[in-house]
């Protein structure tokens, strides 16, 4: 059975975002999720003259039992806008250890606040950096007026629709699907961002099980050559790893991106690549063209200046 380890960013033995974690352990005693009381994971705020002496204890601890789960649930208080600095610590501290120590494992993120908008707002900013950190962002919930909305003897939300919308967002969690489905272009914006960002992780995580790649010319390459055919991701693993093996990228701009009717869609943009073998940049316009199946990249056909890399190859 997977494991979900589930924790708050507050320090308040009160905590209204604990309350909502365990309502929901509560709501689903059958999975097992299991609530980590970072309040008792005492560590000074970070500093690199404090480091300089080793991690604490309680973070290596800490650090191991997020390695033995399969997924998290983090119920985040707001504090002006902001995760709070009782988090952000947490989260500087298990960072020296691995920079993206959740893993590539399934993250759901939550807030309540008095407030009518629950905390929602900080939750945005919380989503781009879980991506930071290793985690894959499934959904996020927020319960606004909580004095209102929940029952804290039952711990139990009150208002129907808000439990509904709470159930959709752990079952997305359970099975490691986003509920939000992205518009094909946003697909492709996403891959651009995380191609820019060197994460050829999220990068590699873009594309379809079953795609079809086609970089430059429609033909069988041997293994270690960049231009060709790749099928599956698997294959897909080895094109990012040949183009990160011949490149450097200097600049990569996208210029722009627009759907071209049913799953296809269009880019256009420019690079400057320094190719590693000879040192000389590899300057070119480029056109991409992608066909989205599942939320993913099935098909894509990506063309540049080839004769500007071939001179910039020749040694």
Not at 124 to 134: C, D, F, I, S, Y
């Amino acid at each position: 059975m997977k494991k979900i380890t589930a924790f708050t960013g507050s320090n308040n033995p009160n905590s209204i975002n604990e309350k909502l974690i365990q309502s929901i352990i509560k709501k689903f005693p059958d999975q097992n999720i299991d609530f980590i009381d970072l309040k008792k994971f005492n560590v000074p705020i970070y500093s690199q003259d404090i480091e300089q002496n080793g991690i604490p204890k309680p973070i290596k601890k800490l650090f191991q039992l997020f390695t033995e789960t399969d997924a998290f649930i983090i119920a985040s208080p707001e504090h002006n806008g902001l995760p709070s600095a009782f988090l952000k610590n947490m989260i500087d501290w298990l960072s020296r250890i691995d920079q993206r120590f959740f893993s590539e494992k399934p993250v759901l993120l939550l807030s309540t606040s008095p407030g009518p908008t629950g905390g929602k707002t900080h939750l945005q900013t919380l989503e781009k950096l879980v991506l930071r950190w290793g985690g894959l962002f499934v959904e996020q919930y927020s319960l606004g007026s909580f004095d209102q909305n929940f029952d804290k003897n039952n711990l139990s939300i009150t208002d129907p629709h808000e439990n509904i919308k709470l159930k959709k967002a752990v079952v997305a969690l359970i099975n490691g699907q986003a509920l939000t489905k992205k518009s094909n272009v946003e697909v492709v914006q996403d891959f651009f961002k995380s191609f820019q960002k060197g994460n050829m992780e999220q990068v590699l995580n873009s594309f379809h099980t079953d795609c079809y790649i086609v970089s430059v010319k429609e033909e069988e390459r041997p293994k270690e050559q960049l231009h060709g055919i790749y099928r599956t991701k698997e294959e897909a693993k080895q094109f990012l790893n040949n183009i990160t093996s011949t490149f450097k990228t200097k600049d990569f701009t996208v210029q722009h991106i627009s759907s071209a009717g049913d799953n296809l869609v269009m880019a256009n943009g420019t690079f400057s690549h320094e190719v590693k073998a000879t040192s000389k940049l590899f300057n070119s316009t480029w056109i991409l063209r992608c066909i989205i199946a599942d939320g993913k990249i099935k098909e894509y056909r990506f063309y540049e200046d080839s004769a500007a890399f071939i001179a910039a190859s020749a040694v």
